[in-house]
T-cell receptor, first 112, second 114 residues
Framework: SQKIEQNSEALNIQEGKTATLTCNYTNYSPAYLQWYRQDPGRGPVFLLL?????KEKRKERLKVTFDTTLKQSLFHITASQPADSATYLCALDWNAGNMLTFGGGTRLMVKP | GAGVSQSPSNKVTEKGKDVELRCDPISGHTALYWYRQSLGQGLEFLIYFQGNSAPDKSGLPSDRFSAERTGGSVSTLTIQRTQQEDSAVYLCASTPPSSYNEQFFGPGTRLTVL
C-alpha cells in the first residue's frame, strides 16, 4: 500500500531563515500533491498544489518542489516568521479523483 | 462567504453512548469528506460523498460508524456504542465541482469518550 512519510520531529529554525520540510512517498507517483497548514485547534488550510508533471510551484514566500524520481516533495518557506509556526501536512492524490491521503505532518517552530 | 461549519465544537460522552456529529459544507460544494485526527497524528480518511453517487465508505473503521448526507448538503456522522479509542477530532471538508481537489476544512469536533 502507499505510504507517506513526513518528519514527525519538530523543525526549529530562526526567524529570517528558510524552512524546508520533506514529504516522501512510496510506490508510484501521485497525480497531484498538496500542502496544507494546520494551526492548533483548527482544520487544515490549503496552501499549494503541484501536479505530477510540474517540478516547482511558488506562491509568495512559499515554494514546493516535486521530484518523481526521488519520490519526494520539498516545501520551503523563505524569510520565515514566527507567524509561520504551525504544522504542515502534505497530501497526495494518486488517482486524480478527489481522494487525498494525508501525511502525519511536521511541526515548524520559528523563533524570533 | 461562510466556510465549512461543524457542530458541536466539543462533545464529551460516556462509553457505550451514541453520538452524532454535523457538518455544513460550503454552499455549492459537491464533494464532502470526513476525517479523524488523533492527538498529534495526521488525518485518517473515513468517508467521502460526491454528488448523488454512492459514498466511498472504505475508511470507516468499524460498523459502529456511519454517515449520511441529506439533499446533497448537510452531513451527519454517527458513532454508535462509542469506545474510548473513538476519542479524536473529527474533521469535515468540502470541495467545489471545479476544484483541483483543494479541500476546505471545518474547525472540527473534538470528541472525548470517558
Amino acid at each position: 500500500s502507499q505510504k507517506i512519510e513526513q518528519n514527525s520531529e519538530a523543525l526549529n529554525i530562526q526567524e529570517g531563515k528558510t524552512a524546508t520540510l520533506t514529504c516522501n512517498y512510496t510506490n508510484y507517483s501521485p497525480a497531484y500533491l498538496q500542502w496544507y497548514r494546520q494551526d492548533p485547534g483548527r482544520g487544515p488550510v490549503f496552501l499549494l498544489l503541484i501536479r505530477e508533471n510540474e517540478k516547482e510551484k511558488r506562491k509568495e514566500r512559499l515554494k514546493v518542489t516535486f521530484d518523481t524520481t526521488l519520490k519526494q516533495s520539498l516545501f520551503h518557506i523563505t524569510a520565515s516568521q514566527p507567524a509561520d509556526s504551525a504544522t504542515y501536512l502534505c497530501a497526495l492524490d494518486w488517482n486524480a479523483g478527489n481522494m487525498l491521503t494525508f501525511g502525519g505532518g511536521t511541526r515548524l517552530m520559528v523563533k524570533p | 462567504g461562510a466556510g465549512v461549519s461543524q457542530s458541536p465544537s466539543n462533545k464529551v460522552t460516556e462509553k457505550g453512548k451514541d453520538v452524532e456529529l454535523r457538518c455544513d459544507p460550503i454552499s455549492g460544494h459537491t464533494a464532502l469528506y470526513w476525517y479523524r485526527q488523533s492527538l498529534g497524528q495526521g488525518l485518517e480518511f473515513l468517508i467521502y460523498f460526491q454528488g448523488n453517487s454512492a459514498p466511498d465508505k472504505s475508511g470507516l473503521p468499524s460498523d459502529r460508524f456511519s454517515a449520511e448526507r441529506t439533499g446533497g448538503s448537510v452531513s451527519t456522522l454517527t458513532i454508535q456504542r462509542t469506545q474510548q479509542e473513538d476519542s479524536a477530532v473529527y474533521l469535515c471538508a468540502s470541495t467545489p465541482p471545479s476544484s483541483y481537489n483543494e479541500q476546505f476544512f471545518g474547525p472540527g469536533t473534538r470528541l472525548t469518550v470517558l
